[in-house]
Nanobody, 125 residues
């Protein structure tokens, strides 16, 4: 049972990247799927989440309108599409998953029990 993140890289300001997170050993049905990021010296920060049962999505104000979380129903994979990237978006990005449950906020790292290994995103000219 694991998640594997990929798709990071170096991009110029204003550019785009799509991160992928592949689940193995379990199905993403009935899970909340999240993306977080952590810049050097900073705490891990929530970016976006998606609840599979009702297809609800939410994103942090800092990325709203630029980043989109989505899930591929054909296989056990979900994505973070990032547009209009800024230098402030530079961080290691982590995908996470947890079974949907009552009382969970999905904005806190402590609400997730499965994590990918992280992928570096660098936005620089």
């Amino acid at each position: 049972v694991q998640l594997q993140a990929s798709g990071g890289g170096r991009v110029q300001p204003g550019g785009s990247l799509r991160l992928s997170c592949t689940a193995s050993g379990f199905t993403l049905d009935y899970h909340a799927l999240g993306w977080f990021r952590q810049a050097p010296g900073q705490e891990r920060e929530w970016v976006s989440y998606f609840t599979v049962s009702n297809r609800y999505t939410a994103s942090a104000d800092s990325v709203k309108g630029r980043f989109t979380i989505s899930r591929d129903n054909a296989d056990e994979r979900f994505y973070l599409t990032m547009n209009r990237l800024r230098p402030g978006d530079t961080a290691v990005y982590y995908c996470a998953a947890t079974m949907e449950g009552i009382g969970l906020d999905y904005r806190s790292p402590s609400d997730y029990d499965m994590w990918g290994q992280g992928t570096q995103v660098t936005v620089s000219s």
